[in-house]
């Protein structure tokens, strides 16, 4: 059973058998509050304030969990408390997370349409501030290999080389590929160079025969 600590308590100050490291020893990860858990990633504290408090403050400061996702070391650190090291455990561990659960995902996941892989990636490119070109690299039977982020910032056709996109496809041995990369505009539209960049994406898988199955636009 999941339970909360009072954030005013220092750690001294609570039983030893009800400190955050200890539940965790005795009763499993999944028995912790989300600020016994980011206490524990925290480990410590300030002089004003238990690492309870602090990572009280943490989950009020990002109001929902989902939203430490996207957050930059920045936005972590003006988390008042939160400084370089603190902010840096944080991201490790959210990006751990991220990925076992993408790598449990790819297991299972068939592409059988461009909505399958709107889908998919919906999760991962909702909310981000920038644009970040991806590529799905997939099997045969159209089976999600492997998710990799080519590039972040504004695309342009001269950036996005077919080369830097193949040579990991054939790393990976992939039959096809699917490309896609976010819009924080919010407007789906493609533009000119999101027209030239496929233009450029085929020919390439042409000429390397892994074909390029769509290449989409995605709101943020």
Avoid: W
Wanted: net charge neutral; aromatic share 4%; proline share 5%.
């Amino acid at each position: 059973m999941i339970t909360e600590v009072k954030p005013t308590l220092m750690i001294r100050e609570i039983p030893p058998a009800d400190r955050p490291r200890e539940r965790l020893m005795n009763q499993g990860a999944a028995a912790l509050s989300n600020q016994e858990l980011i206490a524990i990633l925290l480990r410590t504290g300030t002089k004003q304030e238990s690492v309870l408090h602090l990572a009280n403050r943490v989950l009020t400061f990002f109001e929902q969990l989902h939203e430490l996702k996207n957050a930059t070391i920045e936005e972590i650190m003006s988390v008042k408390g939160i400084g370089e090291a603190k902010a840096i455990q944080l991201l490790a561990a959210v990006e751990l997370g991220r990925r076992l659960a993408q790598q449990q995902t790819d297991v299972k996941f068939t592409v059988r349409s461009p909505k399958d892989a709107a889908a998919y990636l919906m999760a991962d490119m909702t909310s981000l501030k920038q644009e970040n070109f991806v590529v799905l690299f997939m099997n045969v039977k159209n089976q999600i290999l492997h998710k990799h982020t080519i590039f972040i910032g504004s695309l342009n056709a001269s950036i996005v080389h077919p080369r830097e996109v193949f040579r990991e496809a054939v790393k990976r041995s992939a039959a096809s590929i699917i490309c896609a990369h976010n819009h924080p505009s919010g407007n789906p539209a493609p533009s000119p160079e999101d027209i030239e960049v496929t233009k450029r994406l085929q020919e390439a898988g042409q000429i390397m025969g892994i074909e390029l199955l769509d290449h989409g636009a995605r709101c943020s």
